[in-house]
């Protein structure tokens, strides 16, 4: 028997995970929960097969990391984007604010992050070596001329980008190295600022 207040162990799960999820604490974990179960638990079979559907189709694309249905992403499958200029971005949903600008005419790669040491998220964790590997490939085979540091203007990002700066320097020095402009506001995460100042920071994008 529960004793009084708790929840049954399997309500008790089911709001566990939610708080694990960004942007959720204990209380929105609950209420998220609740949510989910009410109705004959019609929201709950829903989230269920829209979860199993995406875990069933998505990957990760080769080239550029993001989530994608097909061998490679829209993105990276465009002849018409240009091959030469690569945009290296924390996450997916910074992609997707980036490409919504209509200002960015290149290829990009998805972090899995920002550097955290306090949180023991180093390099590996955030795909630095894949990242290393797909600007190798882009010099190689692509010509590749220069690479955008599209990092959030927070002290996370702006670690993050000093390292990805300085490992590119090192290894190909005649490589240009980019960096929005500040434009951007600071402390404020690329996928929450509005389309058109994306559009100035990446038209007026400086020497890293």
């Known amino acids: 028997m529960n004793s009084p207040g708790a929840f049954p162990p399997s309500l008790d799960a089911l709001v566990k995970v939610l708080a694990e999820m960004p942007g959720y604490g204990p209380k929105s974990a609950q209420r998220a ?11 709950l079979k829903t989230l269920i097969a829209a979860l199993t559907e995406a875990d ?4 990760r694309c080769p080239h550029c990391n993001t989530f994608c249905e097909s061998d490679v992403c829209d993105v990276c499958a465009d ?4 091959r030469t200029m690569l945009c290296v971005v924390e996450s997916v949903a910074d992609q997707l604010a980036l490409d919504a600008s ?3 005419p290149g290829l ?3 972090l899995a992050g920002r550097l955290a040491p306090i949180d023991d998220v180093g390099p590996e964790e955030i795909g630095l070596p894949r990242f290393i590997e797909r600007v190798a490939e882009g010099v190689a085979k692509d010509g590749l001329r220069e690479v955008v540091v599209a990092t959030s203007y927070t002290p996370e990002g702006d670690a993050t980008a000093y390292y990805l700066i300085d490992a590119l320097k090192k290894r190909w020095p005649d490589l240009r190295v980019t960096r ?3 434009g951007l506001p600071s402390g404020l995460e690329i996928e929450y600022t509005d389309l058109s100042t994306i559009a100035g920071a990446v038209y007026s994008r400086r020497e890293a």
Do not use: M, T
């Open 33 to 43: 929960a609740f949510h989910l179960l009410s109705g004959e638990h019609a929201r």
């Open 56 to 59: 069933r189709r998505l990957h």
């Open 79 to 82: 002849e018409g984007r240009d």
């Open 102 to 104: 209509l200002a960015w």
């Open 108 to 110: 990009y790669f998805v």
């Open 180 to 182: 929005l402009a500040r």
